[in-house]
């Protein structure tokens, strides 16, 4: 997968530390890629300690994961976030500003129940989110809709659903 493509990019932000984060991404970017490209920077991107493992300087390692990542970013047509755990990943929460700051589509992917928040997510991170799925069907059945509207350049609909409605769009 390169970064240009005729398919949406979708650039997948998320955790990528532990043995299940990189599993739950993978199979996230499975069910994406029946429709759409996906960068996903545990694959693409690289990791820190991989990089430092090869002889890479750290502060060359982080330059180089920075780069590729705000390039893909960059290129991507939507970023969706996985919003798992107690807290949500600070590098992916960066991802997700830099995103909706360059008016990328930003799509929410919470199958976790914890909240750091009693009454659900930052604002910063809710209001960012155009759509917050709570299961990766609805996530897939998005994902194939986004695909063919894209291909047919319709309209695809962007903007924060907290600044549409009262209440949050989760699915």
């Known amino acids: 997968m390169g970064i240009y493509s005729v398919r949406p990019l ?9 043995r299940a984060e990189l599993t739950f991404n993978l199979e996230l970017t ?5 429709y759409l490209d996906v960068y996903l920077p545990q694959r693409d991107g690289g990791k ?4 430092v493992e090869k002889g890479v300087p750290v502060k ?3 330059k180089s994961i920075f780069e590729r ?16 755990g107690r807290t949500i990943d600070e590098g992916a929460v960066f991802e997700l500003g830099f995103a ?25 991170i809710e209001c960012a989110l155009e759509k917050v799925f709570s299961d990766t069907s609805e996530m897939n059945i998005w994902a194939k809709e986004f695909a063919a509207r894209a291909i047919h350049s319709e309209p695809m609909g962007s ?8 209440n949050p769009q989760h699915f």
């Open 10 to 18: 979708i650039y997948l932000a998320a955790p990528l530390f532990s």
């Open 30 to 34: 499975d069910i994406l890629e029946k």
């Open 48 to 51: 820190v300690v991989d990089l």
């Open 60 to 62: 060359d390692a982080y």
């Open 69 to 84: 990542d705000l390039e893909a970013l960059a290129n991507a047509h939507a970023l969706i976030i996985v919003l798992d």
């Open 100 to 124: 909706f700051s360059t008016g990328k589509h930003c799509i929410g992917l919470q199958t976790d129940p914890r909240r750091l928040l009693p009454l659900g997510n930052n604002p910063m």
């Open 159 to 166: 903007g924060s659903h907290c600044l549409q409605q009262s």
